[in-house]
Structure formats: C-alpha cells, structure tokens
T-cell receptor, first 112, second 114 residues
Framework: SQKIEQNSEALNIQEGKTATLTCNYT??????LQWYRQDPGRGPVFLLL?????KEKRKERLKVTFDTTLKQSLFHITASQPADSATYLC???????????FGTGTRLLVSP | DGGITQSPKYLFRKEGQNVTLSCEQN?????MYWYRQDPGQGLRLIYY???????QKGDIAEGYSVSREKKESFPLTVTSAQKNPTAFYLC?????????????FGEGSRLTVL
C-alpha cells in the first residue's frame, strides 16, 4: 500500500541553523511533491512544489530536493527563525486529478 | 478576498446527534476535499469532489456524508454512526486546469462530542 513517512519526532534547532526535514514515500511514483506549513489550530498553507524532473527548488530561505531513485524529498530552511516553528507536511502527487494524501508531518521548533 | 470559509469554527454536540459543517469557496475551484486531523496526527481524507453533483469516498468515509449541489459549497455531515467524531476538520479546494494541484485550506472546524 502507499505510504508517506515523515519523522514523527519534533526537530529542535537553534535560531540561525539550517533545518532539514525528510519525506520518504513507498509505492508511489509521484510526478510532483508538495510541501505545506501548518500552525497549531490553523489550516495548512502551501509552500513549494517540486516536479520529478527537478532536482532542487528554492524559494527565499526554503530549499526542496526530490530524489525519485531514493523516493525521498528533503525540505531545508536556512537561517532558521523562531517564526519558522510549525509543523511541515509533505504530499506526493501523480499527474492528473487525484486525491491528495499527506504525510503525518514533522514539527519544527526553533529556539532563540 | 478569495478563499475558503469554514463554519462554525468550534462546535459541540451530544452523542447521537448529526452535525453539519459548512465549507464555501469563492476561488472558482472545481475540486473540494474534506480532511480530518486528530491530535498529533496527519490529515486523513474523508470525501472529495471533482465536480458538481459528484463525490467520492476517501480513506475514512464511514459515518460521514457530503453533498455537492453547487460549485462553491461542499458541506460535511458527521452522523451519529461516526464512532469517534471529536476532531479538527479541514476543508480544501484546488483548480483542475493549468495548475499544479496546490490545495487551499480553510481555517478548520473543531468538533467536540460531549
């Protein structure tokens, strides 16, 4: 069956460091992979999408990589700030319309 | 402003009662979704709809029902058959043509069964 795995343990880092979050998937052949941010008690907000033919995508302090051989995406936040503290969710997706399935998310805590 | 509006934000119900959660969008999106989120867990798909008057079950549809009579609206009814209805419910939408499937979420409805 299809499975999306994100580290369920919270990631604690110090302000200014780079945070790296992992998304592993099995029994998927996604054409795209999306990343979302969710704050407590709020709906998720879309951050980035990376296509299968893109190795890396950047947006300001965010960087996403996509390795279809390893079936893994890495999400990096450079120069992290306390305001980056949130839960980050990944969602692999195929081409065409489909139901979107999310990973369980990883909580990031950035300390001053 | 375009977006998705969910109501109510907080809802309490007694066991055995049905309750309907509202979801309205003015983004002109074809597709709409309902997810459930339990504390410390990810989003689980309840129902989704690709187009008006059509919807499909997601992974945890038992005890829930939906309708899609208008493009803008996708209400979710939590019935008394749902054994553990206390949860955070999220509605989302996305367009189908010329886009990458980005989901737009509402602010959620928190249902508590007393």
């Amino acid at each position: 069956s299809q499975k999306i795995e994100q580290n369920s343990e919270a990631l604690n880092i110090q302000e200014g460091k780079t945070a790296t979050l992992t998304c592993n998937y099995t029994n998927y052949s996604p054409a795209y992979l999306q990343w979302y941010r969710q704050d407590p008690g709020r709906g998720p907000v879309f951050l980035l999408l990376i296509r299968e033919n893109e190795k890396e995508k950047r947006k300001e302090r965010l960087k996403v990589t996509f390795d279809t051989t390893l079936k893994q995406s890495l999400f990096h936040i450079t120069a992290s700030q306390p305001a980056d503290s949130a839960t980050y969710l990944c969602a692999p997706m195929n081409t065409g319309f489909q139901k979107l399935v999310f990973g369980t998310g990883t909580r990031l805590l950035v300390s001053p | 402003d375009g977006g998705i509006t969910q109501s109510p934000k907080y809802l309490f119900r007694k066991e055995g009662q049905n309750v309907t959660l509202s979801c309205e969008q003015n983004l002109n999106h074809d597709a709409m979704y309902w997810y459930r989120q339990d504390p410390g867990q990810g989003l689980r798909l309840i129902y989704y709809s690709q187009i008006v008057n059509d919807f499909q079950k997601g992974d945890i549809a038992e005890g829930y029902s939906v309708s899609r009579e208008k493009k803008e609206s996708f209400p979710l009814t939590v019935t008394s058959a749902q054994k553990n209805p206390t949860a955070f419910y999220l509605c989302a939408s996305n367009g189908r043509t010329g886009n990458t499937g980005e989901l737009f979420f509402g602010e959620g409805s928190r249902l508590t069964v007393l």
